[in-house]
Structure formats: structure tokens, C-alpha cells
């Protein structure tokens, strides 16, 4: 008897060690950042560093997440998307968004608006350059 145990043992052993590292973005990625470039980036054409905005916003029209849906975005003005329940600061922004008050946001939202509940950023600039582009091509 005691050798079968053994056998069985050893692979949940494997398992148990390898099951800690799970992470909700993606098992096809390697082990790497998860904003390595991942080479089917799911549903379209969006860069590799629009994966993080992906846990927070859709890009599909009135699909809003823990953000609200990115659709269009461009050219709109910060807290309108309908049926969102944008925080009063960004309400009160009277931004309109555009390549640069995004560029702006995107260094950092809570610089830009005080009191925003959005908290993080981009802060290199080649990848907000491409999450830019990949905004402006959703209409
Ligand atoms: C952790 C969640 C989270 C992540 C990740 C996130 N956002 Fe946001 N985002 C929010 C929230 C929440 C708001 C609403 C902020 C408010 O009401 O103050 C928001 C608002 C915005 C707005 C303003 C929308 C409007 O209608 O005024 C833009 C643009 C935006 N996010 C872009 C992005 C981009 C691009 C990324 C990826 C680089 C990203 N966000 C990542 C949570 C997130």
C-alpha cells in the first residue's frame, strides 16, 4: 500500500506548489508582467496596454464595469457617459476629452481631477500613445 501513496502524493505535492500563482488576467500569458504583449489580445485590435483598462471599462457601447464603457470616449465630455455613477470631482472637471486631456489623465487621473475614483495611470508614454490611438478608433 505504501508505495501507491507515494505515487499519489507526489503529484497533489505539484499541484499545491503551482496553485498560488493564479492570476485572473490570463493563463496564456507567460510568467512576465501581465502587460506583457500577449499575441491574441482577445476581442479586437486593442493594444497590449489597454489590457489593464479592460478590468475596469468595456468598449462597448452602454456596457459600464467598475468605469464607465469607453465607447466613443473621444471628443466627449469627463462624466457623461449615461447610467454611470461618475464621482461629483469629475463631474465637475468641465473636461472635454481629447489626445491631450487624455494624454493628461492618463498620467495620472488623481492629479489631474482631485477626488476622481479612478486611481491609476499609464505612466509611459509610448503605451498611452497607443491606448490613445486605440480609443480614437472606437466609435
Ligand atoms: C481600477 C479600475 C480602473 C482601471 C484599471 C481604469 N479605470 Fe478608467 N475609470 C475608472 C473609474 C472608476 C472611472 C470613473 C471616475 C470618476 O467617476 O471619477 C474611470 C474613468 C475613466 C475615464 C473618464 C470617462 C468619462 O466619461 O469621463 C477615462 C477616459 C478612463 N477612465 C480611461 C481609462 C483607461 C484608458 C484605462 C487604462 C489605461 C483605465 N481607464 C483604467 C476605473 C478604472
Not at 455613477?85 to 489631474?112: C, E, I
Request: some cysteine.
Amino acid at each position: 500500500m505504501t508505495p501507491a501513496r507515494l505515487t499519489i502524493a507526489a503529484p497533489l505535492l505539484f499541484l499545491a506548489a503551482c496553485g498560488g500563482s493564479d492570476q485572473d488576467t490570463s493563463e496564456t500569458a507567460p510568467a512576465s508582467p501581465a502587460t506583457a504583449t500577449s499575441p491574441q489580445a482577445s476581442t479586437s485590435n486593442a493594444p497590449a496596454a489597454f489590457a489593464t483598462c479592460r478590468s475596469c471599462h468595456s468598449v462597448e457601447p452602454g456596457k459600464n464595469g467598475v468605469g464607465p464603457s469607453l465607447f466613443g470616449i473621444v471628443g466627449t465630455k469627463a462624466g457623461d457617459v449615461p447610467g454611470y455613477n461618475f464621482s461629483p470631482a469629475l463631474k465637475a472637471s468641465g473636461v472635454t476629452w481629447d489626445r491631450q486631456t487624455l494624454d493628461t489623465w492618463l498620467q495620472g487621473p488623481m492629479k489631474m481631477v482631485p477626488g476622481t475614483k479612478m486611481v491609476i495611470g499609464v505612466p509611459n508614454p509610448e503605451k498611452r500613445k497607443e491606448v490613445i490611438d486605440y480609443l480614437e478608433s472606437l466609435k
